[in-house]
């Protein structure tokens, strides 16, 4: 991974700050064990404090780019 772009335009800095926290532990529990990585309930319950919408998601991570 070379960059990655948390969007945070018209967001709280609440919104920022959760999401920024959130991210940076899940990153670093890849980075220590990538081959066992899953994502953690509790990270994704404090998202779920600052989330808009209703869905989770993790993108392209559990398939590929088409």
């Known amino acids: 991974m070379v ?6 335009r018209q967001r709280s ?3 920022v700050a ?3 926290r959130a991210l940076r532990a899940a990153l670093d529990a890849c980075a220590r064990d990538p081959q066992n990585y ?9 998202l779920d404090k600052v989330a808009e919408g209703v869905t989770h998601t993790l ?3 559990h398939r590929p780019w088409q």
């Not at 899953?38 to 404090?46: C, E, F, I, S, T």
């Open 3 to 8: 960059a990655i772009k948390v969007e945070g």
């Open 13 to 15: 800095p609440a919104y």
């Open 18 to 20: 959760q999401v920024t």
């Open 38 to 46: 899953k994502p953690r309930g509790d990270w994704l319950a404090a």
């Open 59 to 61: 993108g392209a991570y």
